[in-house]
């Protein structure tokens, strides 16, 4: 076993892969470098710099031209650097990469993994710090992963590289740190797949991203009091477990769904809908998401704290409805 | 180093160079104040580069308007802003220019004619061919100026912004501030062809590449192509080259610049050049240093004023989203 932390276990997945198939490359600004958080740090003196390509800043040339360059028969893993930097993009991401296997009846598919940081991170303000993930499950033709826990990333950054469709894979920049033990051989994880954190019968928390950290602690304030949560960790939202989550929701009738991201059309909005409709006369109390308010994200620090949603927020939303 | 010079006016360069301190001891004092953990988030220091800022932003009139980037302190100042409101904002304080909500790389300060700096590399470009539109369909008599990095010229909107101003004619300067870096990256690598004067040239705008470490030069021919721009020959380009001294965020130790490099480029350090030509007309020494310990003066005042000051009010937080619908909607607090 190795500890191995988030940032490294993702680096870990792109030097596996790369290592396993020649047609893998990553490109980026500043990736030869290290990249801007250390991601690839070493990676260009193992494979070189045709590989580990740095790149202007030009994110539709380097999105854009990762699509021909998938089209055409390699695995290109796209660096975008913060997730608010892929929106320079999107054209290249939404009108083209999650397009092209469909329009064209299928001939051929875009296998490209963009890496887009997102989430609050040291008091980055609003261009800096968004959550996105929802309007990326909007769009039929992408996959979406935000892994939150270094296993995690390693296992589903290699499985996103041997997809041979376009995912938006969204690492939380609040993660890079956190350690797990992991094995030698790690096999590919599976999108699709929700983690069980934490068994309860009392409510259900499920949550992604670092997101399940408070979602964690919550159920470890309630267990104190007496109330068993359990806790479902996506992983993937799309696809995304619905049949963990409506199972787990069966057997405790609660549902709280927590994320980072601004509620209001936000993907907690899907789950939240899912269990309704599936579970409407056995829930013992109405479905409940947290998020945050529709603003964006202000740079002072105590108004960057009251938009998160604590393990507190959690816990009393838990309780509301016992 | 500083041959005779023809237009020389020692006042004028003197209080340059009492300008180009400010925005040093600016910065020099956030970077400390970011190590106490008083600034919030990234600052990006445009140490070596304030020939720039006092040049090209201190040639503009007051009504002018100013677009910047996340490296904009410097510009910030010279536009006007108040340096207790800029140290305040990177505090993310009351009273900062946004009112703590934005932080160094959203400073704005409308007052001033600062529409903003940017968090975004090129976007800028396109909103300051926006802002002189608007300055055009109005009929005033005043210029837009934008300043991107040399990195900025390889996004999308350089090629989009830059055409757009020259189909519509707009009254708008672009400023390119070459530091040579791109983040990590020496933008030469990453740039084709012979550098941004050539790619404005090729969109049909009159370019002009100056020494960007020389503060006189820099203002001198910002205030030729003002001119210009005001007798109505569309938009100017002004391709200014330095060298960024420091690290790209004020935590980068730039470990991927050799030493001996930087330590021959602090040789050509703007405010040094500037004190040198001073001296060698006989301006006082005291009168040079008088100009630093004053900024260090009034900086060190602005971050004892920014540090003492309160946090945004609660409420600030569901102010100015916009006009209809309650922000709090879904959202986890009533
Ligand atoms: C669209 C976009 N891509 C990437 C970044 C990350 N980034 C911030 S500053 C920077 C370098 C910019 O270089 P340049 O334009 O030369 O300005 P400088 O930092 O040298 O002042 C990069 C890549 C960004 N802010 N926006």
């Known amino acids: ?322 | 180093m500083s041959g005779p010079r023809p237009n020389l006016d020692l006042e004028r360069l003197a209080d340059r160079h009492r300008r180009m301190h400010r925005i040093r001891a600016f910065e020099e004092q956030a970077v400390a104040a970011l190590e106490e953990g008083l600034v919030l988030g990234a600052i990006h220091p445009s140490i070596g580069q304030e020939a720039c800022a006092v040049g090209a932003v201190g040639s503009l009139a007051r009504e002018d308007l100013l677009l910047s980037t996340h490296r904009g302190h410097g510009h910030t100042l010279e536009k006007g802003a108040s340096a207790v409101a800029m140290m305040r904002e990177l505090f993310g304080r009351e009273g900062g220019n946004c009112g703590g909500k934005g932080g160094s790389m959203h400073i704005a300060d409308f007052s001033v004619g600062m529409l903003g700096a940017n968090g975004v590399v090129g976007a800028n470009i396109n909103i300051a061919a926006g802002a002189a539109h608007a300055v055009r369909l109005k009929g005033e008599r005043r210029i837009v100026c934008c300043i991107f990095g040399d990195g900025a010229v390889n996004r999308g909107p350089f090629l989009e912004g830059l055409n757009w101003a020259r189909v519509f004619d707009l009254p708008v300067l672009f400023v390119c501030e070459d530091n040579a870096f791109a983040a990590t990256t020496r933008t030469e690598a990453m740039t084709g062809g012979p550098g941004p004067a050539a790619r404005a040239e090729a969109l049909g705008i009159p370019a002009r590449a100056v020494d960007g470490n020389d503060v006189d030069v820099v203002a001198e021919v910002t205030t030729e192509l003002r001119e210009r721009i005001l007798d109505g020959g569309g938009p100017q380009f002004l391709w200014a080259k330095t060298w960024r001294l420091t690290g790209h965020t004020a935590v980068d130790k730039a470990a991927y610049r050799d030493a001996g490099e930087v330590e021959e480029r602090w040789k050509d350090d703007p405010i040094a050049r500037a004190a040198d030509t001073l001296r060698a007309h006989g301006v006082a020494g005291e009168t040079l240093s008088g100009h630093r310990e004053a900024a260090v003066q009034e900086m060190r005042a602005a971050y004892e004023e920014a540090k003492a000051a309160d946090w945004p009010e609660d409420r600030a937080l569901y102010a100015d989203v916009q006009d209809v619908g309650d922000p709090r909607e879904a959202a986890f607090r009533w």
């Open chain 1, 1 to 322: 076993m190795v500890t191995t932390t988030y940032m490294e276990a993702g680096r870990r997945a792109l030097a596996e892969e790369m290592r396993r198939d020649p047609t893998v490359w990553a490109v980026g600004e500043d990736l030869g470098r290290g990249g801007v958080f250390g991601q690839y740090a070493g990676m260009v003196e193992e494979f070189g710099p045709l590989r580990i390509s740095d790149a202007p800043i030009s994110e539709a040339a380097i999105l854009g031209s990762a699509v021909g360059a998938a089209l055409a028969g390699t695995r290109p893993v796209v660096e975008m650097r913060f997730a608010d930097f892929a929106l320079c993009a999107v054209d290249e991401l939404v009108n083209q990469a999650a397009k092209a296997r469909y329009m064209f009846g299928g001939q051929g598919g875009v296998p490209l993994v963009v890496r887009e940081p997102m989430g609050m991170w040291r008091s980055s303000a609003a261009q800096h710090s968004q959550s996105l993930e929802a309007w990326y499950v909007h769009i039929p033709g992408l996959t979406v992963v935000a892994p939150a826990t270094p296993g995690d990333n390693l296992r589903l950054l290699k499985a996103a590289i041997r997809s041979d469709d376009p995912v938006v894979y969204m690492e939380h920049k609040d993660l890079w740190g956190i350690e797990e033990e992991l094995g030698e051989d790690e096999p590919p994880g599976e999108f699709g797949s929700a983690r069980t954190v934490r068994d309860g019968n009392d409510a259900t928390v499920v949550s992604w991203s670092a997101m399940v950290r408070n979602a964690a602690a919550a159920a470890e304030m309630l267990a104190e009091e007496g109330v068993s949560v359990e806790v479902i960790d996506l992983r993937t939202l799309w696809p995304w477990d619905r049949g963990a989550v409506l199972a787990s929701v069966q057997k405790t009738g609660r549902l709280v769904v927590a994320q980072e991201a601004v509620s209001v059309g936000g993907f907690g909005a899907e789950v939240a809908a899912t269990v309704s409709e599936a579970h409407f006369g056995s829930l013992k109390a109405p479905v409940k998401r947290l998020g945050a308010p529709r603003i964006p994200i202000p740079y002072a620090k105590p108004l960057e704290d009251m938009l998160r949603v604590g393990p507190d927020a959690i816990a009393a939303a838990v309780r509301a409805q016992l």
